[in-house]
């Protein structure tokens, strides 16, 4: 088995770009995703297959990945963005989650 | 609308079982699978397994082989977990959660649905 490794921890001013990586494993033919928890409630899919935003999900909210890293990165973030996240491999082995402080 | 509705909170003994259920509304209940994933006080995510809701095949996490069962009541459109032989450290919210597995140019997966939570307390 393996780890996907995340930062414990992000802080950025509002309207700044916030990055989370995630990475363990060598990404290749194999996609990722990114879940927000807030506080008391369930996971929000923010991106799927690498890239993708579901329809809901505000267009500052991005995804890539490269060699054994991806990553999330949001623009323009906003205090509404605060929240834990979490990466998540394709065959369901999640990272260890990043607390997203907007200060 | 989609959506998942779990069933109430539980405590439980150690050395117990319990069952979690997770009713399915507003989308064909056999197009795709449920996956379960449960968040320890303070923790992350972990991933527990993933049942097909087509053809009942599952898939385990390694740690909880022997211990878990997934079900699906396609009548009911209702998904459930079993975990015997509980320990404290099982104390968790379990979440079950509608997910897409395939490939296209990539394997993915990943759960776009996902139920209200169970809280799972067990304590003697």
């Known amino acids: 088995s393996y780890e996907l490794t995340q930062p414990p921890s992000v802080s950025v001013s509002p309207g700044q770009t916030a990055t989370i990586t995630c990475s363990g494993r060598?990404?290749?033919?194999?996609?990722a995703c990114w879940y927000q928890q807030k506080p008391g409630q369930s996971p929000v899919v923010v991106i799927y297959q690498d890239t993708k935003r579901p329809s809901g999900i505000p267009e500052r909210f991005s995804g890539s990945t490269s060699g054994n890293t991806a990553t999330l990165t949001i623009s323009g973030t906003q205090a509404m963005d605060e929240a834990d996240y979490y990466c998540q491999a394709w065959d369901g082995v999640f990272g260890g989650g990043t607390k997203l402080t907007v200060l | 609308q989609v959506q998942l509705v779990q069933s109430g909170g539980e405590v439980k003994k150690p050395g117990a079982s319990v069952k979690v259920s997770c009713k399915a509304s507003?989308?064909?209940?056999?197009?795709?699978?449920i996956t379960w994933v449960r968040q320890a006080p303070g923790q992350g995510l972990e991933w527990m397994g993933q049942i097909s809701a087509y053809n009942g095949n599952t898939i385990y996490a390694q740690k909880l082989q022997g211990r878990v069962t997934m079900t699906t009541d396609t009548s009911t459109s209702t998904a459930y977990m079993e975990l015997r032989s509980l320990r404290s450290d099982d104390t968790a919210v379990y979440y079950c959660?509608?997910?897409?597995?395939?490939?296209?140019?990539?394997?993915?997966?990943?759960?776009?649905?996902w139920g209200n939570g169970t809280t799972v307390t067990v304590s003697s």
């Open positions: 507003g989308y064909t209940f056999t197009s795709f699978g």
């Open positions: 959660a509608r997910d897409h597995r395939g490939y296209d140019l990539s394997h993915y997966y990943y759960m776009d649905v």
């Open positions: 060598k990404w290749g033919d194999k996609s």
